[in-house]
């Protein structure tokens, strides 16, 4: 105490430990303890896996993410067609789901929008349209969005990058 008063300049300092230390409480925000609710099929139990890694051989997953592009619309004979594209931030997947008129599940279309955080449990294949990876969701429900972590550094950082003549040509 003595040392860092005399370093600082200061008439004295006094240290006081901090231990040991309480679990940080969770910020009490207008969806706190919500529960998520079931939009199609059943209650999701299992964990998420990154979109990044899906592939055709995937078969049954379960994908959570934001909502973006939405495409949902009707179509002949009064049924409709669910289609949006949902990301992590390590890959996209595009979710399509056809809707009889008579299903309960088609009052769906108008329930998703931009922006939603999803957990999505279904098939992945190929699109029979235009040949891209499809999730053919079996069940979905509403998620909360991962806590973003923040940047409380004292001073700002900045991250260098270049190429030469010896890189590969990755851009």
Do not use: W
């Amino acid at each position: 105490e003595q040392h860092l008063a005399a370093e600082s300049g200061l008439k004295t300092v006094e240290i006081v430990p901090d231990y040991p230390r309480e679990a940080p409480k969770k910020a009490a925000g207008k969806d706190a303890g919500k529960a998520a609710e079931v939009l199609l099929g059943k209650r999701i139990k299992g964990e998420s896996m990154p979109i990044g890694n899906l592939t055709v051989e995937s078969g049954n997953v379960t994908v959570s993410g934001r909502v973006f592009k939405t495409d949902s619309r009707e179509v002949k004979n009064n049924n409709a067609v669910l289609s949006f594209c949902i990301t992590d931030n390590t890959g996209s997947v595009h979710v399509s789901q056809f809707l009889r008129s008579d299903s309960p599940d088609k009052g769906l279309v108008d329930k998703i929008g931009d922006g939603m955080y999803l957990t999505v449990s279904g098939t992945v294949g190929l699109s029979r349209y235009d040949g891209d990876l499809n999730l053919e969701p079996r069940h979905i429900q509403t998620a909360q969005p991962p806590e973003i972590r923040k940047d409380t550094a004292p001073e700002k950082r900045v991250e260098l990058h270049l190429h030469t003549s010896f890189s590969t040509l990755d851009a």
